[in-house]
């Protein structure tokens, strides 16, 4: 087939889980099928990286994304006026619909549309009308990564100020019957996890309506290709590694920060908290935390120094949908994990085999104090993550199930 691939994000280098996922599924579907990738690029994005997305796709192109706060403002506005979600009104881009546009003209025709995320899906439809104007509707494809709605609902559960809550609330609202309507509008939808084919058909069934299942295809690595860090027995780092841009990555890592992290020092009092990721929350460095515990890098183009000195890996999420690709990665780097119950949504976590669970300030405290002080749970937790990815997190293994998605 001639697929044309939709993404929110350049998928390359593999420093964030949409990335990952839309990776290797382009891996995958490049096995058998002539690809052409259009992505939203960024300021950040390399060359290189297109480079090496043109090794297996048949053809890479690319629009502009810029945000800002002032642009962010205006869509906020829009978004109230019109009552279409922000997060889609932020992302209506003219560059990105004249490439549509474009492609939707080409003298061969496109079998199939594939889009990365909800974000995208508003390009696949526009493209499915306007080439089947010119020769036939070709197949449309969503891969839902999330239950999107569910993370602003989410959000607001924790939002202290009122304003900011009922904006929260609005927009999980206004997600809720966008995401619905959408799904409704492909041929084929597939979902990261049940949990969010759940959700979004629980919103569709009080309008009485059903939303596509056609598969559950949970994120997966390369974890045959990846050898497990070799970590140092005296390290002393409770990590975190996330994107701090992302609004539930900040939440979690600055209530751990806040509410947790004071307690592992008592038990622990060289423990060292590093949290990586770009634009990481200003509130880090008002906590009081001594400056010999807390290392706040921003992002790294490689972070396995620092994961080589880990103790334990953390997965403090408060919000969130879809799967926690921080879990996925952890396991296959072979740390052991502390999550959160929300943190390990989506994944074969099961609490002292694989990573331990904890939800509230002292129980996680004291799951991140037994892994310090514990190393044969240590070493167990470890091995137990990494046994699990091997086995159930493989793209080689996993994502053979896009060919039955593809079949017409």
């Given at each position: 087939?001639?697929?044309?691939?939709?993404?929110?994000?350049?998928?390359?280098?593999?420093?964030?889980?949409?990335?990952?996922?839309?990776?290797?599924?382009?891996?995958?579907?490049?096995?058998?099928?002539?690809?052409?990738?259009?992505?939203?690029?960024?300021?950040?994005?390399?060359?290189?990286?297109?480079?090496?997305?043109?090794?297996?796709?048949?053809?890479?192109?690319?629009?502009?994304?810029?945000?800002?706060?002032?642009?962010?403002?205006?869509?906020?506005?829009?978004?109230?006026?019109?009552?279409?979600?922000?997060?889609?009104?932020?992302?209506?881009?003219?560059?990105?619909?004249?490439?549509?546009?474009?492609?939707?003209?080409?003298?061969?025709?496109?079998?199939?549309?594939?889009?990365?995320?909800?974000?995208?899906?508003?390009?696949?439809?526009?493209?499915?009308?306007?080439?089947?104007?010119?020769?036939?509707?070709?197949?449309?494809?969503?891969?839902?990564?999330?239950?999107?709605?569910?993370i602003p609902q989410r959000m607001a559960d924790g939002e202290r100020n009122p304003f900011k809550r009922a904006l929260m609330m609005l927009?999980?609202?206004?997600?809720?019957?966008?995401?619905?309507?959408?799904?409704?509008?492909?041929?084929?939808?597939?979902?990261?996890?049940?949990?969010?084919?759940?959700?979004?058909?629980?919103?569709?069934a009080r309008v009485g309506v059903q939303v596509p299942n056609d598969g559950v295809l949970p994120i997966c690595g390369d974890p045959e290709?990846?050898?497990?860090?070799?970590?140092?027995?005296?390290?002393?780092?409770?990590?975190?590694?996330?994107?701090?841009?992302?609004?539930?990555?900040?939440?979690?890592?600055?209530?751990?920060?806040?509410?947790?992290?004071?307690?592992?020092?008592?038990?622990?009092?060289?423990?060292?908290?590093?949290?990586?990721?770009?634009?990481?929350?200003?509130?880090?460095?008002?906590?009081?935390?001594?400056?010999?515990?807390?290392?706040?890098?921003?992002?790294?183009?490689?972070?396995?120094?620092?994961?080589?000195?880990?103790?334990?890996?953390?997965?403090?999420?408060?919000?969130?949908?879809?799967?926690?690709?921080?879990?996925?990665?952890?396991?296959?780097?072979?740390?052991?994990?502390?999550?959160?119950?929300?943190?390990?949504?989506?994944?074969?976590?099961?609490?002292?085999?694989?990573?331990?669970?904890?939800?509230?300030?002292?129980?996680?405290?004291?799951?991140?104090?037994?892994?310090?002080?514990?190393?044969?749970?240590?070493?167990?937790?470890?091995?137990?993550?990494?046994?699990?990815?091997l086995k159930r997190y493989n793209w080689r293994i996993v994502y053979r199930d896009w060919e039955r998605i593809y079949q017409r």
């Amino acid at each position: 087939m001639n697929i044309l691939f939709l993404t929110q994000v350049l998928p390359f280098p593999l420093d964030a889980g949409p990335k990952a996922r839309a990776y290797y599924v382009l891996r995958a579907l490049a096995q058998r099928h002539e690809v052409t990738l259009l992505s939203f690029v960024r300021s950040t994005d390399t060359a290189a990286a297109v480079d090496h997305l043109h090794s297996f796709c048949a053809d890479v192109r690319t629009a502009p994304m810029t945000r800002s706060s002032f642009r962010d403002a205006g869509y906020l506005l829009r978004s109230l006026v019109f009552s279409r979600p922000f997060i889609i009104e932020r992302d209506a881009s003219v560059d990105m619909n004249r490439a549509i546009d474009a492609l939707a003209q080409a003298d061969v025709p496109f079998d199939a549309v594939h889009a990365d995320q909800l974000w995208m899906a508003p390009y696949a439809l526009r493209f499915c009308t306007i080439a089947g104007r010119k020769v036939r509707r070709p197949l449309s494809v969503l891969d839902q990564h999330n239950a999107v709605f569910m993370i602003p609902q989410r959000m607001a559960d924790g939002e202290r100020n009122p304003f900011k809550r009922a904006l929260m609330m609005l927009e999980a609202r206004k997600l809720a019957t966008f995401e619905v309507n959408t799904c409704r509008a492909f041929d084929r939808v597939t979902w990261v996890t049940q949990e969010d084919f759940d959700a979004v058909q629980a919103q569709a069934a009080r309008v009485g309506v059903q939303v596509p299942n056609d598969g559950v295809l949970p994120i997966c690595g390369d974890p045959e290709a990846i050898a497990p860090i070799a970590r140092s027995p005296s390290g002393r780092r409770v990590t975190f590694l996330g994107g701090l841009h992302y609004p539930p990555n900040a939440q979690g890592i600055a209530w751990f920060a806040r509410e947790i992290f004071p307690q592992v020092l008592r038990v622990v009092p060289d423990a060292i908290l590093t949290v990586i990721g770009k634009q990481p929350p200003p509130e880090l460095a008002m906590l009081g935390i001594p400056s010999r515990n807390l290392e706040v890098t921003g992002y790294v183009d490689d972070p396995t120094p620092y994961l080589a000195e880990s103790a334990v890996f953390i997965v403090p999420l408060l919000a969130g949908g879809g799967m926690r690709v921080k879990i996925i990665d952890g396991w296959t780097w072979g740390l052991p994990i502390v999550s959160t119950t929300i943190g390990a949504e989506g994944v074969a976590a099961e609490h002292g085999v694989n990573l331990l669970l904890a939800d509230d300030p002292a129980a996680f405290a004291r799951a991140v104090a037994d892994l310090f002080v514990d190393p044969a749970l240590n070493q167990r937790i470890a091995a137990g993550g990494r046994s699990t990815v091997l086995k159930r997190y493989n793209w080689r293994i996993v994502y053979r199930d896009w060919e039955r998605i593809y079949q017409r």
